[in-house]
């Protein structure tokens, strides 16, 4: 796994907005309404992309050389960076909704005493698991 990527992209420019392709890596197909909105968004897609191969344990492929890619009329090419232990990062803190059920009697009393359940439930987690705040070394271990 690496910190940091360079892949090449394809802009397509068209009147209803701009599409773009990473010849490496099928299915990372973001697309914008204007050229600044694009790199952003292109950004954005490849280190998702990029995340979710490292998280599946698939192999990622090297960038193709700028020379071996063949833009059609109205494409541009253009050089995207990924730099990842960011990113890594922000997605191990991303929240996610998980249901747990409650006998009826403990969720009264919980809301009585005005309890925070998102954090009796991390703290909970922690202890049970044995871990502190720093998710990086847990991920993707």
């Not at 990372?28 to 979710?52: S, V």
């Given at each position: ?71 059609e ?17 922000r ?36 202890d ?14």
């Amino acid at each position: 796994m690496k910190d940091f990527y360079t892949y090449p992209a394809l802009f397509h420019v068209a009147d209803d907005g701009i599409s773009i392709t990473f010849p490496d890596l099928p299915g990372c197909l973001p697309c914008a309404d204007n050229m600044e909105e694009a790199f952003c968004n292109a950004r954005e897609a490849l280190q998702l992309h990029l995340y979710g191969m490292e998280e599946d344990n698939e192999l990622i492929p090297g960038p193709s050389p700028v020379s071996a890619i063949h833009p059609e009329a109205n494409e541009t090419i253009a050089m995207i960076e990924a730099w990842m232990p960011p990113f890594r990062e922000r997605m191990a803190n991303k929240a996610v909704n998980k249901t747990v059920t409650i006998p009826r009697w403990l969720d009264t009393l919980a809301k009585r005493e005005n309890v925070n359940f998102s954090h009796i439930f991390q703290q909970s987690l922690k202890d049970y698991l044995g871990v502190a705040d720093n998710p990086s070394k847990h991920i993707l271990a």
